[in-house]
């Protein structure tokens, strides 16, 4: 359930406006009550059966745990390893090392053989 108080919906406005100011888009949509998503995509789960949601879910796993067991080739390769297992996009993990992509990928496909 919402908080509805007034010190809550103040505190949230005085937020809001902050996160507007800096053009921060919210994915919910603060309007309703509920804060739906403005838009998802359904179609991401289609075709999808239990065995592949558990076959996923244990690659994640794995790919956690591999952070504690595996014996980098270096600081910068278990970096990378640790963003990735956290569920950091390569983009994303691509400005944090500054690398170019091929680089990050083919680091991450190389330790993810482990897994396999």
């Not at 949230?12 to 009550?33: C, M, S």
């Not at 690659?59 to 980098?72: D, G, I, Q, S």
Request: net charge positive; with cysteine; glycine share 2%.
């Amino acid at each position: 359930m919402p908080r509805t108080d007034k010190a809550f919906k103040d505190l949230e406005k005085l937020w809001y406006n902050k996160l507007r100011e800096a053009h921060f888009d919210d994915i919910e949509d603060t309007r309703t009550p509920e804060r739906f998503l403005k838009s998802w995509h359904s179609t991401l789960l289609l075709g999808y059966d239990p065995e592949q949601f558990k076959a996923k879910q244990t690659y994640w796993e794995c790919a956690r745990a591999l952070v504690h067991t595996y014996k980098f080739k270096n600081k910068l390769h278990k970096k990378i390893w640790v963003l990735y297992s956290e569920g950091t996009s390569i983009r994303d993990i691509m400005v944090h090392v500054n690398m170019k992509r091929w680089k990050v990928h083919s680091i991450i496909a190389t330790i993810a053989r482990e897994i396999v």
